[in-house]
């Protein structure tokens, strides 16, 4: 889904050095306690304003009456280690169940239709089919095959990591193959100072697979398909967002993946796949700011906050975060882009 897609640009303009040191590879601890780049987008003829803070200093930057989307996608151990009956190895990443038994993967390693992959605790799965250029269809031969999963992490975190570390706090609703990582830095005690400023706190569900991680391959950004995910805007949050609209306060996405989800469903109660593809020229209908991280080069995430604070106004703030050696990607550090 486009709209207005800038045709200019290609994916060569969302490229970026970045120096390898600078991917976190754990989250600071207490979470709160990452920087914060805040973004004051450009207005007439004023530029766009850049300021160095802390995340857990976030209500200096909203005001009483906002409104914060969260994203209550839970991550489930998605990553499984088998065998096959050659002894090769092979890795398994799970993305969505078909039934409590057949799941849509990742697989790396060689396999063909009815090659079998031994697990522990006596599971077995069986390759169906090839769905697309990047997924597989596996059946498995009992259910619950994600009791023996482990974390998730994204191939640039290469040291271990402990579940916990790779879920929100407000985690409710499992499906997520990988965290929606903005939600990471947020703590109880600061989501309790939140709501003491009158600070709205309203969730969504997106449950985060290829749509959000699958990297683009086309140079020509238009060509390049979104994959599917399953997403919910509850009622109640589209009864909030109306409030807040109507108060005059903004609503504050955070998270790529809310921001996708509040605006395939323009702001209103629904559930469905979505498989929204937000790039500059982009007009957003719902999203009056966001709570991002530093993204992928190169990566639909990087194009949807360049359609949001522009491209120019991005290019710059990255370039500074990374002259002021910001922590980058899903551990990293954050951006508030107003």
């Known amino acids: ?7 200019n640009l290609t994916l060569s ?3 970026y050095e970045l120096p390898p040191e600078l991917i976190a590879q754990h989250p600071v601890t207490p979470r709160d306690q990452a920087r914060l780049l805040v973004i004051e987008r450009a207005v007439d003829t004023q530029p766009a304003r850049l300021t160095h803070d ?50 849509s ?31 597989w269809e596996v059946s498995f031969n009992k259910p619950n095959i994600t009791s023996i999963g482990s974390v998730p992490l994204p191939p640039y975190i290469t040291a271990p990591s402990p579940m ?46 290829l749509g959000t991680f699958a990297p683009v391959k086309t140079e020509n950004i238009a060509a390049h398909i979104m994959h599917k995910e399953y997403a919910i805007l509850p009622p109640e949050t589209e009864a909030a967002i109306v409030a807040t609209k109507q108060r005059g306060n903004k609503v504050v996405g955070v998270g790529t993946t809310a921001c996708r989800t509040l605006e395939a469903f323009s702001g209103r109660a629904n559930q469905g796949w979505v498989n929204i593809f937000i790039t500059p020229g982009y007009t957003f209908s719902t999203v009056d700011a966001l709570i991002t991280n530093f993204h992928l080069p190169k990566s639909t995430l990087l194009m949807l906050v360049s359609a949001l604070a522009g491209k120019t106004t991005i290019d710059r703030a990255y370039a500074e975060a990374i002259h002021e050696r910001y922590r980058f990607f899903s551990f990293g550090d954050a951006m508030l882009i107003l």
């Open 1 to 7: 889904m486009h709209k207005q897609l800038d045709m």
């Open 13 to 15: 303009d969302f490229d």
């Open 54 to 103: 802390r995340f857990d200093h976030l209500s200096r930057w909203l005001k009483p009456g906002d409104l914060l989307i969260v994203n209550d996608s839970k991550v489930i151990p998605a990553r499984l280690h088998g065998t096959k009956p050659s002894g090769g190895k092979i890795e398994v990443f799970l993305l969505w169940p078909t039934t409590d038994v057949v799941w």
């Open 105 to 135: 993967c990742l697989l790396r390693g060689k396999v063909t239709p009815t090659t079998k992959i031994q697990f522990a605790d006596g599971f077995i799965g069986t390759i169906q089919r090839k769905l697309d250029d990047m997924a």
């Open 164 to 209: 916990i570390d790779y879920q929100t706090v407000y985690a409710q609703a499992e499906g997520s193959v990988a965290a929606p990582t903005a939600g990471l830095h947020f703590t109880e005690q600061l989501l309790a100072q939140l709501r003491t400023a009158n600070i709205q706190i309203a969730p969504v569900t997106l449950h985060v697979g």
